[in-house]
């Protein structure tokens, strides 16, 4: 059987990451057999980043690649997409992942109110004596990572349109059909749906929540996701 090696469950997600999330879809529309098992802290993975999937073979890491590995094995993501449409899809995943996602990550790291929530999930295998300063200088580095990607030099009004620019385009998918491309998921959905689920679910008021949860295209696209996969 295959082992998704993951994050565990957060804020009603099967995963505080959505890259993980994304990889539990896949697997789950794959029709594989597979299992999860947490884990903490990925420094001794492939990439020093969840997801993992064990195979029989070997450990495959990055979702992206899980992905590949799951298309040799038979899975198709993008059934009956025209090749247009894959490349609309590409477009999307990119957007999701390398865009906002790093905002959502901003929203929970940055964000006073929402670190000590992250504080007593993530760092628990740390010993208690030692957890503030070594978590508060993991956090240190979260968000030096968050600059040098560049997503925290922007004002918070330019932040807003940014992201704002995303989900107009994102929505006009939706507007078009109940799933990204068409009536069914696709890899699109498995990427995009994620990241807006963890946008949503971050624990405090952010404008990124409301967000979401005022728009009715977003919102009810996110809860179908979450029911058309459903993840145990
Ligand atoms: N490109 C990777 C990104 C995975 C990723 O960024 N994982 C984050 C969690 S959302 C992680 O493991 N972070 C731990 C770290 O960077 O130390 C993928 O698609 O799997």
Redesign the pocket.
Known sequence: MLTLLT?PAAFGLFSA????VK?ALMLQHSGQRWQRSDMLD?RKMP?????VLRTPGRLV????LIRDWLETQGADFDKGLSDVQKAQSRALIRMA?EHLYFQVVLDRWGNDEVWPILRDLFFTEIPALIRRPVSNSIRKSVLKGLGAQGVSRFSDMERKDRIERDLEAISAFLWQSPFLLGNHPTAADMSVGPVLASMRATPADTPLTRRIKQDNLLNSYVDRMEQAIPLA
């Open positions: 994050f990451s959505p890259f993980c990889t990925p990439h020093q980043k969840l997801p890491p990055d979702s992206d992942e």
